[in-house]
């Protein structure tokens, strides 16, 4: 079964540009995808429209079969933003935080999980980037989703914080049976992870096995010789 | 104490705790909605209201809650599609509150006397009917706020994780302007329009330095201008002084102790 279904779609912001031309791609159940592509490529974009956030300009989006204008079973998607502008002085703790998403039960569950134990009692804005991300990551498991939409989930993290959250994913994939979709940067720490590579510069350039993207990443980001004038 | 005895002083000391329950929920959630120049913006956008109000003959108390309630939403509305920022919104209706009191007062006679009252507060004029809708208002206040505690913590955390979770978006802003648009009138009897907005603002920003939960920061707000409208009332009484500025005097010390820990601390 596919989770998501995306066909011809198009978008722009100011009705001239266009940030997404004729995208179109299936993820099917059990899938890990790493999206990749330059800065202003339309990874973001896709996934607020995958996410409802925005309306596509052409084309159709099925998410579990369902056409996304009539899809309302959000608790069936997680979802970790790639950045989030909290206020500074938001003063929530970790556990309010889960509390809000999650009955007790789960809450504990979630910080036994992830590993939250030792942070639990404390205010979110007063923890290390890959604390946040780990918050952020749980509160998107509170529901017990299927799909889980990640947008750069270890960007600006220590190479321990990466390590710790890249295992947590590929237990969740492995494991847990989870559909998984993930922007990132880091291109190596994809190829070795994923399952399925989707290679968005505004069109879909590739999507499939790791094995064949590297010749179209090398080109996308003008790594190849007189190739591409992507951004790396 | 004799004072105390009085019916008229009872209903002005029992309002301004009321209110500041009322304001010192609202600041907190409104602060951290980046919305803390609102209760400027509406509660001179209210002055506007008063005036419309004793122009048409109405009874202005409610009047004023109704028509600040439509011009809350009417900010939002306008400043959520993105035509106009948000701060500008709250700017624009803030002068044209104004401007309409400004244009009334010239058209209306005697009401330079009574705008006095409603600038500077008068928590010992509250009347009957004043003082059974501040009852009522904040009954619907807090349990706004109790009701949907959990949506609206999320919402302030992230919008965008907050739709996920089923909580609607638009609604809840919705909800939460006219909440705060009435505690804002609310609060023009205890400290008057000028000073409105530190009712709201000041005891959760005290509360923001010193809270470490959500809930705890709630709760410190709470106790913040409680304890200041009983420590200004009580100051007032004693020095014959008007009780807005001692009030909100009693908040700033508040606020400049917890500002100073917090900067010891750091």
Not at chain 1, 131 to 160: F, I, K, N, R, Y
Not at chain 1, 167 to 172: N, Q, R, T
Not at chain 2, 133 to 157: E, G, N, P, Q, W
Not at chain 2, 192 to 203: R, Y
Request: with cysteine; net charge neutral; aromatic share 10%.
């Amino acid at each position: 079964m596919q989770l998501i279904r995306v066909e011809d779609l198009s978008f722009s912001y100011d009705g001239r540009v266009r940030v997404l031309e004729e995208v179109s791609f299936g993820v099917d159940k059990g899938d890990f995808v790493g999206v990749i592509g330059p800065n202003g490529a339309g990874k973001t974009t896709l996934f607020k429209i995958l996410l409802g956030f925005l309306r596509p300009s052409r084309g159709k989006v099925f998410l579990f079969g369902e056409d996304i204008r009539n899809f309302r079973d959000w608790s069936r998607i997680g979802y970790v933003p790639q950045r989030l502008s909290v206020e500074q002085s938001f003063p929530a703790t970790v556990e309010e935080l889960l509390s809000l998403v999650a009955p007790k039960e789960r809450v504990r569950e979630l910080a036994d999980f992830l590993h939250m134990n030792s942070f639990i009692g404390r205010q979110f804005q007063k923890l290390s980037g890959g604390q946040q991300q780990l918050v952020l990551l749980g509160m998107a498991l509170a529901s017990g989703p299927e799909l889980l939409l990640l947008d750069e989930p270890t960007a600006g993290l220590d190479v321990h914080a990466q390590m710790h959250i890249l295992e947590i994913l590929k237990d969740l994939s492995l494991n847990e049976g989870k559909t998984i979709m993930m922007i990132s940067h880091d291109i190596g720490t994809v190829l070795k992870n994923v399952d399925k590579v989707l290679c968005l510069n505004r069109k879909v350039l590739y999507y499939g096995e790791p094995d064949g993207a590297v010749e179209v990443i090398e080109e996308m980001f003008g790594l190849r010789r007189g190739a591409g004038d992507g951004t790396p | 104490m004799e004072l105390l005895n009085y019916d008229f002083v009872q209903r002005g000391i029992i309002t301004g705790l009321l209110v500041a329950v009322s304001c010192s929920i609202a600041g907190v959630f409104l602060i951290l909605r980046r919305m803390a120049f609102l209760g400027a913006g509406l509660s001179h956008a209210a002055f506007g209201g008063i005036a419309l109000g004793t122009l048409l003959r109405v009874e202005p108390f409610i009047f004023t809650a109704l028509f600040t309630v439509l011009v809350g939403n009417l900010v939002q509305a306008i400043s959520s599609r993105r035509r106009i920022p948000g701060d500008a919104a709250i700017a624009l209706v803030f002068s044209g509150g104004v401007a309409l009191a400004v244009l009334i007062l010239g058209l209306v006679k005697g009401f330079g006397e009574y705008v006095f009252g409603y600038l500077f507060g008068n928590i010992l004029m509250v009347t009957k009917e004043e003082f059974f809708f501040t009852i009522l208002s904040s009954v619907v206040v807090v349990s706004f706020f109790a009701l949907f505690y959990r949506k609206l913590v999320l919402l302030s955390f992230s919008e965008e994780v907050a739709k996920l979770k089923g909580v609607n978006i638009t609604l809840m802003n919705h909800l939460l302007i006219s909440v705060s648009s009435l505690v804002i009138v609310l609060s023009i009897k205890v400290v008057g329009i000028i000073l409105a907005s530190s009712m709201v603002v000041i005891p959760a920003l005290t509360a923001l330095l010193l809270g470490r939960s959500f809930m705890s920061t709630v709760l410190i707000s709470v106790v913040v201008a409680v304890s200041s409208v009983v420590v200004g009332i009580g100051v007032a009484f004693y020095y014959d002084l008007p009780p807005s500025g001692s009030i909100v005097g009693a908040m700033i010390l508040l606020f400049s102790g917890a500002f100073l820990k917090k900067v010891l601390k750091n």
